[in-house]
């Protein structure tokens, strides 16, 4: 069985037919979904769908993208919010300078908030980052030395030195669909060679479809795919690959067990 352990249950491409893309997931042997926010709007209905179906999981977080919408979100909303049994997580959060859609303190401002928000619950980070590597792992380190946290850098496309370095502060790696693209070559040598005991898998559904489902809304029954792909990559048997991202994401986010 596997886990995806980052989708978007409730994005458009998705939620239309949510029923349906729930029991595509479940025939193609997906276990668990965890269903992550980005923007405070959309937490009653990414917590809904957790309490709804009981394979499905949430977390409560401010997307980089958000942060100048969300300053009022603090780490207080957000320990209040974690508390309910369904949210597992922190996240997603993070640095996105690619797009800077938002002022890059604010980002880091709501970053910061988050890995305490971590701290305080218990429960584990969700880390978006693109073309912020330095700033991404200088404020881990920074953050982790004020008390330790535990968290997964989601969608994983940065350089092996940073999947190194999140790892040495006990990150875990979660590998989407990309990986599947021709174009990925760098992040197909990373991905082959992460320890198995750190490795998460996902769709980031509606998004990032693998080969062979380029074009269409990507959705948790993907991530079949993307384990099958890595697995050949990493010369393992899929179901090797499976059990070992299964085990690592109940280890992860405990608040499942």
């Not at 029923?19 to 917590?47: C, F, P, Q, Y």
């Not at 320990?79 to 309910?84: G, I, L, W, Y």
């Not at 200088?138 to 535990?150: K, L, N, V, W």
């Not at 999140?166 to 197909?188: H, N, W």
Request: net charge negative; charged share 25%.
């Amino acid at each position: 069985m596997l886990i995806d352990s980052h989708c978007h249950l409730n994005y458009k491409g998705l939620i239309e037919d949510q029923k349906n893309v729930l029991e595509r997931s479940r025939a193609a042997g997906v276990d668990l979904m965890l269903n992550i926010a980005t923007r405070e709007s959309e937490w009653d209905a990414v917590l809904g769908t957790a309490v709804r179906e009981p394979d499905v999981w949430a977390t409560v977080g401010i997307h980089p993208h958000e942060a100048d919408e969300h300053s009022h979100v603090d780490t207080a909303k957000l320990v209040a919010r974690a508390s309910h049994p369904r949210v597992v997580g922190i996240g997603e959060t993070g640095l996105d300078y690619y797009y800077d859609h938002s002022d890059r303190e604010r980002q880091q401002h709501s970053f910061r908030a988050h890995i305490a928000a971590c701290r305080e619950t218990g429960l584990p980070l969700i880390v978006h980052t693109r073309d912020a590597e330095d700033d991404t792992i200088r404020i881990m380190r920074d953050e982790m030395e004020q008390g330790p946290y535990s968290g997964v850098i989601h969608c994983f496309t940065a350089s092996g030195a940073f999947a190194d370095a999140a790892m040495a502060l006990g990150f875990y790696i979660s590998i989407s669909g990309i990986v599947t693209f021709k174009s990925a070559r760098d992040l197909q040598e990373t991905a082959a060679r992460l320890p198995l005991n750190r490795l998460l898998v996902e769709t980031d559904s509606p998004f990032l479809a693998p080969v062979p489902h380029r074009g269409k809304p990507c959705e948790p029954a993907y991530v079949a795919d993307t384990a099958r792909f890595l697995a050949a990559l990493r010369g393992e048997s899929v179901e090797q690959l499976a059990a070992a991202t299964s085990a690592n994401f109940r280890t992860l986010f405990s608040k499942v067990a």
